[in-house]
């Protein structure tokens, strides 16, 4: 079945550091993919999205592209900030109408 | 305009006693759904429906599980009895239809069976 697979977590960084999040998934078709952010205590938040091969998401600093090639969706950030300590989880949008999430990265940024 | 809205936002209940929790989307949204989220697992789907009525309960355990939507708006989903591996938090959320790629999530109740 349709499946997204994510790098382990957590993930501790200093603030301005570089942020790279892996994601991977398997899917019949073209599936949409999805970043979500979910700040403690608080629902999940669409982040940004890309619904085609090449398509670039960006929001609040953070990129994703669709690499239909490597079948991956990975975020980056160039330099973070304290306030992005969240789980991030990456998700996608199947043929069948179906989100599915991988398990969540965890990222701890420290001052 | 007002988010997906859901209450409580914690409840501890202790093995066999039940559980019901509410959910009011987004104004409009003709599709909900319920999510269940275990602790370090992302968001896995229990229940869709379409307006009142259910496009996909294929992850729900019926034997303790009900969902209804009956005015086509709220939803409850209730656990009778509840067990340990309930805890979780669940979670709402709605879109436009079922056709719409971006779901709009609630807050969430944590759920605690001791």
């Known amino acids: 079945g349709d499946s997204v697979t994510q790098m382990e977590g957590p993930v501790t960084l200093s603030e301005e550091a570089f942020l790279t999040i892996n994601c991977t998934y398997t899917?019949?078709?073209?599936?949409?993919l999805f970043w979500y952010v979910q700040y403690p205590g608080e629902g999940l938040q669409l982040l940004l999205k890309?619904?085609?091969?090449?398509d670039k998401g960006s929001n609040k600093g953070f990129e994703a592209t669709y690499r239909k090639e490597t079948t991956s969706f990975h975020l980056e950030k160039g330099s973070v900030q304290v306030s992005d300590s969240a789980v991030y989880f990456c998700a996608l949008y199947n043929q069948g109408g179906k989100l599915i999430f991988g398990q969540g990265t965890e990222l701890s940024v420290k001052p | 305009e007002a988010g997906v809205a859901q209450s409580p936002r914690y409840k501890i209940i202790e093995k066999r006693q039940s559980v019901a929790f509410w959910c009011n989307p987004i104004?409009?949204?003709?599709?909900l759904y319920w999510y269940q989220q275990i602790l370090g697992q992302g968001p896995k789907l229990l229940i869709q429906?379409?307006?009142?009525?259910?496009?996909?309960d294929s992850q729900l355990p019926k034997d303790r599980f009900s969902a209804e939507r009956l005015k086509g708006v709220d939803s409850t989903l209730k656990i009778q009895p509840a067990k340990l591996e309930d805890s979780a938090v669940y979670l709402c959320?709605?879109?436009?239809?079922?056709?719409?790629?971006?779901?709009?999530f609630g807050p969430g109740t944590r759920l605690t069976v001791l």
């Open positions: 890309a619904t085609k091969a090449d």
């Open positions: 959320a709605s879109s436009l239809g079922t056709a719409s790629v971006e779901q709009f």
């Open positions: 104004s409009g949204h003709a599709t």
């Open positions: 429906f379409q307006n009142n009525g259910v496009v996909d």
């Open positions: 899917a019949t078709g073209y599936p949409s």
